[in-house]
């Protein structure tokens, strides 16, 4: 499943591979001729093998391994830039998302899933070995301002999936794989910049969540059953009341999972009703201060602000997974609903 941690591994054999690499423009470890360095010319390689070279293997390496940006993590997957209609297509929605209008985004990488209780887990422990949190009556703080990111209450309506035991945090048994929940705005910032991640605009959230499709009503097309998502009730294989696993569904065109329900996503943009009349046709990232998710510059955020919120959760009703649909939460409370998934940094 493509949510878990994968890495590509190359073995080096020493082959070689003899005579002129160069195909016109392309690369010269292109060896079948479109342009491309991929396992068909490392088949063709093998395939001349023993007649060794070691240079020329040693330049196909640095090739291949040169296509794959060292800074771009596996968890995340490029979506390609262009244009989209972004918003109510239907006409059906709140006014929140009205008019539908196009816009520009240049090219970003998104994250595969929804960040997982494992993973923001992990996050809180480095964190807090890092002197950047503390805890106060199961509650997550973050320095400098103090803000809330999260809590550990076990017994509420819907429990926290994370424990703190006093030393470290840890996940509650069989929720490893499911969305963090119940993180404030804040606490998804912090876990994004952490990493050197920023979380999504609305509009990259709604140009990945589309998946490539034009004007439908849901990430894969216009209907929607039990079989698509994890959203109120059950059925099919929606096995779950709560949560579930990220990764349970099929894809998007781009290869994301869970943008329609599961977890509600934070989005950087502040929240502005009437934002859409207005909107840039550029890469818009809101109606107010542009988060860079660098030097905790998102703390200047006001606790009290409205910030968008969008993908629609384990409790919505179907047609509320439409995927032009908005929501909003203040940045600094902790709801039972709200997870995120994280952008790669600009
Ligand atoms: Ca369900
Ligand atoms: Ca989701």
Redesign the pocket.
């Known amino acids: 499943m493509s949510c878990k941690t994968s890495s590509i591994i190359i073995s080096f054999i020493v082959i070689t591979i003899p005579g002129n690499f160069t195909q016109g423009r392309c690369p010269s470890a292109d060896l079948t001729g479109d342009c491309f360095i991929d396992f068909d010319d490392f088949a063709l390689m093998a395939a001349q093998w023993p007649a060794t070279d070691f240079d020329d293997v040693a330049e196909m390496a640095n090739q291949w391994l040169n296509i794959f940006d060292p800074h771009i993590r596996d968890d995340v997957v490029l979506i390609p830039a262009g244009e989209f209609r972004m918003g109510d297509h239907f006409d059906e929605g709140d006014l929140d998302n009205f008019p539908p209008h196009d816009v520009l985004i240049d090219q970003f990488y998104m994250g595969i899933c929804?960040v997982t209780n494992r993973e923001y887990c992990e996050f809180l422990n480095s964190a807090l070995s890092q002197g950047q949190i503390h805890v106060d009556d199961g509650v997550v703080y973050g320095f400098p301002n103090g803000d809330q990111y999260c809590n550990t209450y076990p017994e509420s309506s819907y429990p926290s999936q994370i424990d703190w035991n006093g030393r470290e945090f840890t996940v509650l048994a069989n929720k490893a794989d499911h969305?963090m929940v119940m993180v404030t705005w804040y606490g998804a910032a912090a876990y994004a910049q952490f990493y050197d991640k920023r979380l999504p605009t609305e509009a990259h959230w709604e140009k990945a969540a589309r998946g490539g499709l034009v004007g439908k009503a849901y990430p894969w097309g216009d209907s929607i059953t039990h079989n698509d998502a994890n959203y109120v009730g059950t059925g099919g294989k929606d096995i779950w009341n709560i949560t579930a696993p990220v990764g349970s569904f099929a894809p998007n065109g781009y290869g994301l999972y869970?943008?329609?329900?599961?977890?509600?996503?934070w989005c950087a943009d502040k929240y502005d009703k009437g934002y859409y009349v207005r909107s840039p046709r550029s890469n818009p990232t809101g109606p107010e201060v542009t988060i860079t998710f660098r030097n905790n510059d998102f703390t200047k955020v006001d606790l009290s602000e409205y910030r968008v919120t969008r993908?629609?959760?384990w409790k919505t009703a179907p047609e509320g997974l439409n995927v032009g649909g908005r929501g909003y939460g203040k940045a600094g409370d902790i709801y039972y609903v709200p997870?995120f998934?994280c952008a790669v940094q600009d």
């Open positions: 929804e969305p869970d943008v329609a329900g599961n977890a509600l996503e993908g629609a959760l997870g998934r």
